[in-house]
């Protein structure tokens, strides 16, 4: 139930502080290029400093030279090629911290239905436009915005044509399936249940309050109802939940050791 071996995602700088724009702070928007083909390269480069002026952007031409920087450099914007020397953005676009806003462009309009089960700002295919750039631009700004976290015990989720109350507290854990996440649910008596909603588990996060935790990159798990923790999964009541490395630590953090 683990992720192969081979997927490790880059780790966000331990610094990291949330940059919409630089007219949201003081500070200019990194954004890094990743982009065997030269003049694609510059172009993009210069959309960036046309959209917002002061940005700091910065080339990469194959897929180890971005992932090399995404590890060891601030960035608040991946505009990534598909089709990379070395590892290619196709295997890279799963690596990237969850946080970090990623514009796929590529001449393949092929992959877009995989790209955003990644939950990338947008897709755009060769050649851009500049008009299509901004777009873009504007839904990565967006989707790096936070929205606030429910601070209730009991939500609304639309599931199918309806809208259904949900109270956290049932919630045991959570799965990503594609483009749906399936909510897992047991009431005092023990009874199971199940809700499917049209979201994206990366939206979800962001919107729980902090009882909840994300565990794996398809799994969020409620604090309150883990019954054991080994070296590979979560145990909750008979079900196994796995945990990937990238979340293991900030889990037993949350878990307060004593």
Same mark, same amino acid.
């Given at each position: 139930?683990?992720?192969?071996?081979?997927?490790?995602?880059?780790?966000?700088?331990?610094?990291?502080?949330?940059?919409?724009?630089?007219?949201?702070?003081?500070?200019?928007?990194?954004?890094?290029?990743?982009?065997?083909?030269?003049?694609?390269?510059?172009?993009?480069?210069?959309?960036?400093?046309?959209?917002?002026?002061? +940005?700091? #952007?910065?080339? *990469?031409?194959?897929?180890? +030279?971005?992932?090399?920087?995404? *590890?060891?450099?601030?960035?608040?914007?991946?505009? /990534?090629?598909?089709?990379?020397?070395?590892?290619?953005?196709?295997?890279?676009?799963?690596?990237?911290?969850?946080?970090?806003?990623?514009?796929?462009?590529?001449?393949?309009?092929? !992959?877009?239905?995989?790209? !955003?089960?990644?939950?990338?700002?947008?897709?755009?295919?060769?050649?851009?436009?500049?008009? $299509? !750039?901004?777009?873009?631009?504007?839904?990565?700004?967006?989707? *790096?915005?936070?929205?606030?976290?429910?601070?209730?015990?009991?939500? !609304? #989720? $639309?599931?199918?044509?309806?809208?259904?109350? /949900?109270?956290?507290?049932?919630? $045991?854990?959570?799965?990503?399936?594609?483009?749906?996440?399936?909510?897992?649910?047991?009431?005092?008596?023990?009874?199971?249940?199940?809700?499917?909603?049209?979201?994206?588990?990366?939206?979800?996060?962001?919107?729980?309050?902090?009882?909840?935790?994300?565990?794996?990159?398809?799994?969020?798990?409620?604090?309150?109802?883990?019954?054991?923790?080994?070296?590979?999964?979560?145990?909750?009541?008979?079900?196994?939940?796995?945990?990937?490395?990238?979340?293991?630590?900030?889990?037993?953090?949350?878990?307060? /050791?004593?």
């Amino acid at each position: 139930m683990q992720e192969p071996p081979w997927i490790m995602r880059i780790p966000r700088p331990i610094m990291w502080i949330p940059r919409m724009c630089s007219r949201c702070t003081l500070v200019a928007m990194r954004v890094l290029v990743a982009d065997d083909d030269a003049l694609t390269a510059d172009l993009l480069a210069g959309y960036c400093r046309k959209v917002e002026p002061g +940005a700091r #952007v910065e080339l *990469a031409s194959d897929g180890d +030279a971005a992932r090399e920087r995404l *590890a060891d450099s601030v960035w608040d914007l991946l505009l /990534l090629d598909l089709d990379l020397p070395g590892i290619s953005g196709r295997e890279l676009v799963a690596l990237v911290p969850d946080d970090l806003p990623v514009i796929i462009v590529t001449g393949d309009p092929g !992959f877009a239905a995989d790209a !955003f089960g990644h939950d990338v700002a947008d897709y755009l295919v060769k050649p851009v436009a500049f008009d $299509r !750039f901004a777009q873009a631009w504007r839904k990565a700004v967006a989707k *790096a915005t936070p929205p606030p976290r429910t601070t209730g015990s009991t939500v !609304f #989720v $639309r599931t199918g044509t309806d809208i259904v109350r /949900l109270e956290l507290e049932q919630v $045991r854990y959570i799965r990503s399936e594609s483009n749906y996440v399936r909510f897992l649910l047991s009431d005092e008596a023990g009874d199971r249940r199940e809700l499917t909603s049209l979201m994206s588990l990366k939206d979800l996060e962001r919107k729980l309050p902090e009882g909840f935790v994300r565990v794996h990159r398809s799994y969020i798990v409620n604090l309150r109802h883990i019954d054991k923790l080994d070296s590979a999964d979560i145990k909750i009541g008979r079900d196994l939940i796995p945990v990937s490395e990238t979340y293991r630590d900030e889990l037993i953090r949350r878990l307060e /050791l004593l």
